[in-house]
């Protein structure tokens, strides 16, 4: 029982951080297409950016509440020993291929 009041309780604070992120962003880009904006289009067009913004950091955080902070992004794997012999230009002579990304 206590998984799913720890559920719920992360449902509850994901749909209150979306909430609050969207609005207070979407308020954000419309005092912003106010002042420097003059056409309605361009104005409703900010409205939209910042609701975006604001769903987007909702999304974000609501990802790390759930799962965890995102894995660390690895190196591709490299497969062509060509490849280990060639050396990019910014990389100091005494760092081996194997080890840049």
């Not at 207070?24 to 361009?42: E, H, I, N, T």
Request: hydrophobic share 40%.
């Amino acid at each position: 029982m206590a998984e799913k009041t720890d559920v719920n309780a992360n449902w509850d604070a994901c749909l209150d951080l979306s909430v609050r992120r969207f609005v207070y962003s979407s308020v954000a880009g419309a005092f912003g297409g106010l002042l420097l904006f003059r056409s309605p289009v361009s104005r409703w067009a900010s409205v939209a950016f910042g609701a975006g913004v604001g769903i987007g950091s909702a999304y974000t955080d609501c990802s790390h509440i759930f799962h965890g902070s995102p894995a660390k992004m690895e190196c591709p794997k490299k497969t062509s020993s060509a490849h280990e012999q060639l050396t990019p230009l910014n990389t100091p002579p005494n760092v081996p291929a194997s080890q840049v990304c």
